[in-house]
């Protein structure tokens, strides 16, 4: 998407004195393919209406596989030209091109969404947007989500001005090693053949992208399968597609400037290319394994335009495709890419809506900042005689200025948890010290539960379930290199204090805070066992929403809670997890209930025999699009917008009922439910008593969780009332 490599018409055979001028830099730049301008004004378009309206254009986001290919297209006619005229290819001189090109205008948008955001965003939210903003300005944003993703809670993440930026890491990176591939395949092939015969380096370099093809597609559909998230980052599983540019480019210098196929071929070509790559646009969606193999789909798609317009003048699109709005938006596409996702993410906080008024505002402030940014900086950036003075001079500038942007992004973060502890201390106090603060706001005494106004956004630092003081990390217990194992001693000693033990997946996380709240209140030695995905049960669990987890890890971890508990013999197990979000599959195709009732049974008849009483906790709402911390954040003078129906969001899941079939025959087993301190009777919503409910869209934040303390205890003691421990 972002390389703007001039290429004339292919037919023409370039004259050998323009071309080893132009790979000096002197050479005035000839006119852009249209076809391939035309191709870039599909792909932004795709992307950006995809991200306005992703029920609409739901596989829209393949516009970003159609511009890995233009790219690997582009940049391999470019070198490949340079070795044939040169011999060689001058790395200094690419990546300063590359840096003119491409970095002014990235930059300049890094900066103002940063500024946009320190405005207009509450500051309890930076956090997460400034560690993607200094990501993304180094070009590693793509690996900085692929790390985000391994944490449970980043997948109900708000979305951060910075993370479309992935794309362009990737490209950035594809451009860094290219070149040296490229030369390393020529020497390789003049090693062997023991000469210095220039003939051979073509052959050479298509030989080796091949491989680079197979190996990185093999790649993607392996990791695709594995590890979905993580395969749509990573560079390697999108090297194919560079690739497959790059075959098109090698066998375009093959040709010498002669068509690749006869006219009529070239057009029908050119219509199939164009109907696979706006067909993917409409049929695929969130489910489809990209960048797996269906991405072949619009990948070849791309690559049949492109071999289409090695071959021919004029195809039967290119009324269509040569329009001038098609035209204008592929010039500008790289800078409407760029512009276009923090508009969407952050114009919402500074209008307070997100509606269809919103989204168009955002379309056209998009199309007129890309068409500036294209004519003031990307242009300029590319004329600049300063920048073009000295071969150094571009690399010199561009790191100065990255290092510039960083340390604004640096400052920015540092003020971000200066302001996050102050906001989180005082929420704590409140809550701590406060009885109509949080979830005591919906006692009765209090009044209306949502006159008191929000204390503080959602902070970052919110969802650190385990900063709790009095609680420590217990290394000794690892689960699949997981340590699941959190202490909290709030006994002074007492070696008769209750013994409460918290076990699940990150609806137990979640939790922490409100049970050490509990814990300090009375005196308890409490402690967690949680892993985010997996059931605290052994049984056999279907996929989740977490990749790879309930494969590889969750496997371990039921076996080890159930040893866990068994060998050190809690006085109460209370098991939280997320009903709408785990789910058993013991290969019986049975309904949820009783595959359930079956794999709970055995599990906790063992624990109340040996004692323990077992607390099942009934699952929080969530999940409703209005009850988030973005909801929050975007209508602070308008908080009932962020309100639903309880009956609508406030069911019971499988694992409750089941627990409900299993207490009637299970003595020391029961079902807690804390959902009348978080909802009223008739509705739920995002804040109540100045404290927002949500940090995400289906956790507590913790200082809401520390407010539930209180009433966990009442229900822990109520049940061990009922059942005597021991």
């Keep these: 998407m972002t390389d703007s490599v001039e290429v004339p018409a292919p037919v023409r055979a370039p004259d050998a004195a323009a ?3 132009g790979s000096a830099g002197t050479r005035a730049p000839t006119p852009a393919r249209r076809d391939v301008q035309a191709m870039r004004a599909l792909a932004v378009g795709g992307v950006v209406l995809n991200h306005l309206w992703p029920g609409r254009l739901t596989g829209g986001y393949v516009g970003v596989d159609v511009f890995f290919v233009i790219s690997g297209y582009l940049i391999s006619l470019h070198l490949l030209r340079e070795l044939a005229d040169t011999g060689r290819i001058g790395l200094v001189a690419f990546y300063s091109r590359r840096a003119r090109r491409l970095l002014p205008a990235a930059l300049l948008v890094v900066v103002v969404s940063l500024v946009a955001m320190v405005l207009f965003v509450p500051s309890t939210v930076w956090d997460r947007n400034v560690g993607e903003a200094i990501a993304s300005t180094l070009y590693v944003e793509n690996f900085q989500l692929v790390r985000l993703a391994v944490d449970y ?28 591939l490229f030369l390393g ?42 590890s979905p998230t993580a395969a749509y980052f990573l560079t390697w599983t999108r090297a194919w597609e560079f690739g497959i540019g790059a075959l098109v480019a090698v066998l375009a210098r093959s040709r010498g400037g002669r068509p690749v196929l006869g006219t009529s071929s070239a057009g029908a070509l050119a219509v199939g290319g164009w109907l696979l790559m706006a067909g993917a646009m409409v049929v695929f969606d969130g489910r489809t394994a990209v960048p797996g193999a269906p991405a072949l789909v619009p990948v070849l798609g791309a690559a049949a335009v492109l071999v289409a317009g090695e ?26 890419y760029l512009w276009h996702w923090p508009l969407l993410v952050l114009l919402p906080y500074a209008v307070g809506s997100h509606g269809l008024a919103a989204r168009l505002a955002v379309l056209a402030l998009t199309l007129l900042l890309a068409w500036l940014t294209r004519r003031y900086v990307e242009q300029a950036a590319q ?44 929420l704590i106090s409140a809550v701590t010290h406060g009885v109509c603060v949080g979830a005591g706001a919906l006692e009765r005494e209090c009044g209306d539960p949502y006159q008191r106004p929000l204390i503080a956004p959602v902070s970052d630092v919110d969802k650190d379930f385990h900063n709790v003081a009095g609680c420590r990390d217990d290394a000794s217990m690892v689960v699949a290199g997981w340590k699941p194992r959190t202490d909290c001693d709030f006994s002074g000693g007492d070696a008769k204090a209750l013994r409460v033990w918290l076990v699940g997946d990150s609806h137990a996380q979640h939790l922490v805070p409100a049970l050490a709240e509990a814990g300090r209140r009375h005196h308890w030695k409490v402690t967690s066992l949680a892993i985010g995905g997996c059931l605290p049960i052994p049984t ?16 371990h971890f039921g076996p080890a809670v159930d040893t866990a508990v068994t060998r050190e013999r809690p006085d109460v197990v209370i098991v939280s997890v997320s009903s709408k979000r785990e789910h058993i599959d013991d290969g019986t195709g049975r309904p949820q209930v009783q595959q359930y009732v079956d794999a709970l049974s055995p599990v906790v008849t063992a624990w109340t025999r040996q004692g323990s009483v077992v607390l099942a906790m009934t699952d929080n709402p969530g999940r409703t699009g209005v009850l988030d911390s973005t909801c929050t954040n975007q209508n602070l003078d308008h908080l ?17 009922r089941a627990t409900d079939t299993l207490a009637g025959r299970v003595r020391g087993l029961a079902r807690i439910d804390l959902t009348d301190h978080v909802c009223d009777a008739r509705t739920c919503r995002s804040v109540v008593g100045g404290v927002n409910v949500l940090h995400d869209t289906n956790h507590y934040s913790a200082v809401y969780s520390r407010s539930l303390g209180r009433f966990l205890a009442q229900d822990v003691l109520s049940a061990v009332a009922d059942h005597p421990v021991r």
């Design 311 to 336: 071959s021919r003048l004029r195809a039967p699109l290119d009324p269509i495709t040569s329009l001038r709005p098609v035209q204008f938006l592929g010039d500008i596409s790289y800078s409407v």
């Design 540 to 555: 056999k669990q279907a996929p989740g929403a977490i990749e790879g987890r309930s494969e590889d890890v969750c496997p």
């Design 383 to 426: 004329r600049s005689g300063f920048l073009k003075a000295g071969r150094l001079r571009s690399l010199t500038s561009t790191a100065v200025a990255m290092a510039v942007v960083v340390g604004l992004a640096s400052g920015v973060s540092v003020e971000s948890a200066r302001r996050a502890d102050a906001v989180r201390a005082g």
């Design 185 to 226: 395949f020529v020497a390789l092939r003049r090693w062997r053949r023991r000469g210095n015969d220039r003939s051979h380096g073509l052959a050479a370099v298509g030989a080796g992208v091949g491989v680079i093809v197979l190996a990185s597609g093999l790649a993607a559909v392996v990791q695709t399968a594995a």
């Design 153 to 180: 809670q980043a997948h109900d993440e708000a979305a951060s001005a910075f993370q479309h930026y992935w794309s362009l890491s990737v490209e950035e990176q594809f451009y860094l090693v290219w070149p040296a």
């Design 640 to 656: 009932e917008t962020c309100s639903v129906a309880r009956s609508s969001v406030v069911r019971l899941g499988a694992f409750e």
């Design 19 to 21: 071309t080893r001028a």
